[in-house]
């Protein structure tokens, strides 16, 4: 059995064209949802397809920079990983609402969005993910937080002694949350965790599918219901984290190292080189 058939990426290449592809079918496919009645429809989804691919791209190396953190267990690369993958995402997002590339950027912390509006006037704000925040609260039933892990990672880590029920687990990750074995350091099975939170991370371009109602119906639908108009001060709808979960149970519904959601986890994680 060779390494694509184990991992289902043989190398960089066939990684990085699939973390491009992604970032161009949500950045194409959202552009032409969201493009204005007198734009032309081909280059609206062209500008979304190069942009999102742009974004795909960063994606891609922020994942190698976890895979150098995989086997040299050097905390030291997964800083620069997470605000490279951000940027990624924050592309991906831009295209997807037909936005310029640079006109929004956002980094998250845990359940919490930092968003960073650079085009009409400098902004900063801070929103939670409510379904994300749900998911956190979830991992950390009968579970101990690892705060020193959690500030080395920009997410909150926690341990336990059983996951799943199954001794086999070393660790699981869900939204941008992570549950390690107790016992479990550096680069044993953080960087392939990592992995999985960036894959959701990636899907946010999915939200903005949604962009061009919200814009124009929020403000609406708040008049009439005002908690509407504080839901959206105070968060940011994660669409991705259900578009996440659907695309995994597709991918793996055994919930086992099959698909290619695992594969590439393994493929960015693992302390052993395949290529």
């Not at 994606?59 to 050097?74: P, Y």
């Not at 990983?81 to 950027?105: C, H, L, M, P, T």
């Not at 359940?111 to 991992?139: C, G």
């Amino acid at each position: 059995m060779n390494s694509s058939e184990i991992f289902g990426q043989a190398n960089d290449l066939e990684a990085g064209l699939y973390n491009v592809g992604v970032g161009s079918i949500l950045g194409g496919v959202g552009a032409v949802i969201n493009k204005e009645p007198d734009e032309k429809f081909g280059k609206t989804f062209l500008k979304g397809l190069g942009q999102g691919a742009l974004g795909g791209y960063l994606v891609f190396e922020s994942k190698r920079l976890v895979r150098s953190f995989a086997r040299t267990g050097n905390f030291n690369y997964v800083w620069p990983s997470k605000i490279v993958n951000s940027a990624g995402a924050s592309i991906i997002e831009n295209a997807a609402a037909n936005r310029d590339f640079w006109a929004r950027w956002h980094l998250n912390i845990a359940f919490n969005r930092i968003e960073i509006n650079t085009k009409e006037s400098f902004k900063v704000s801070l929103r939670i993910m409510p379904f994300d925040l749900a998911a956190t609260a979830y991992q950390a039933i009968d579970a101990t937080p690892d705060w020193n892990m959690s500030f080395r990672t920009g997410t909150f880590v926690f341990r336990k002694r059983v996951i799943w029920d199954d001794p086999g687990y070393r660790g699981s990750a869900f939204g941008n949350s992570i549950q390690l074995l107790h016992g479990i350091s550096g680069n044993m099975a953080l960087p392939h965790e990592i992995i999985h939170t960036y894959q959701y991370e990636q899907l946010s371009g999915f939200n903005s599918f949604l962009f061009d109602f919200e814009e124009k119906y929020k403000n609406k639908i708040a008049q009439k219901i005002p908690i509407v108009g504080t839901y959206h001060k105070i968060f940011y709808s994660d669409y991705n984290l259900l578009l996440m979960n659907i695309t995994s149970l597709i991918s793996n519904p055994n919930r086992d190292s099959s698909g290619f959601i695992e594969s590439e986890a393994r493929y960015f994680g693992s302390e052993f080189p395949y290529n």
